[in-house]
Structure formats: structure tokens, C-alpha cells
């Protein structure tokens, strides 16, 4: 699977479309014997608020009840703030 694009704006009127349009994705693609990591490139994000953060712990969670983990790359300094902020940061780049 490529990586998940997080687009330049996410704000908290497109996030539940973001994360319906990848459990989507992730629902589509076939199960495969040793479950990938789901790829989130964020570097495009630039405009966000909490819920950026709230469609990347909602894949998270999906990834998870399939066996998956989630891969978070490029995320800027301010999307890396934020995270742990909010304690969050741990979850989203997994050691």
C-alpha cells in the first residue's frame, strides 16, 4: 500500500472525511499473511488543529483491530509538539 497522504489543511470540519476515506482504503485492500504497517506521510500538513491529531489515533485504531500499526513520517515540529502536548506522541512514532 503507498502512504496515506495527509493533505496540506486538516482542521476538524475535514476530519471525519479524512478518516472515513482511509478506514476505507484499509478496509478495500486484501489481508495479507504479515500485516504492513499502515505509511502516513504528513510532511504536506501544514495547516492543522487537536483533530489532526484525533484522525491519526482513530487509524491507529483501526490499523490495530487488523493486526497493523501505524507509521507516521515527515511530521513537522509543530504536528510533533502538539502530540506530546497531548501524550500522544509515543503512539504515533511506535519505538
Known amino acids: 500500500m503507498n502512504a496515506l497522504k495527509l493533505p496540506p489543511s486538516l482542521m476538524h ?14 478496509q478495500l485492500q486484501p489481508t495479507a499473511p504479515q500485516p504492513e504497517p499502515v505509511l502516513v506521510d504528513a510532511s504536506a500538513l501544514s495547516d492543522f488543529d487537536s483533530s489532526a491529531l484525533a484522525v491519526l489515533l482513530g487509524l491507529r485504531r483501526v490499523a490495530k483491530a487488523q493486526g497493523r500499526s ?19 506522541l509515543d503512539l504515533l512514532q511506535p519505538a
Open 13 to 26: 470540519e475535514q476530519a471525519d472525511a479524512c478518516l472515513s476515506q482511509w478506514i476505507r482504503q484499509l
Open 70 to 88: 501505524v507509521l507516521v513520517q515527515g511530521m513537522s515540529a509543530r504536528l510533533s509538539e502538539l502530540a506530546t502536548l497531548y501524550g500522544v
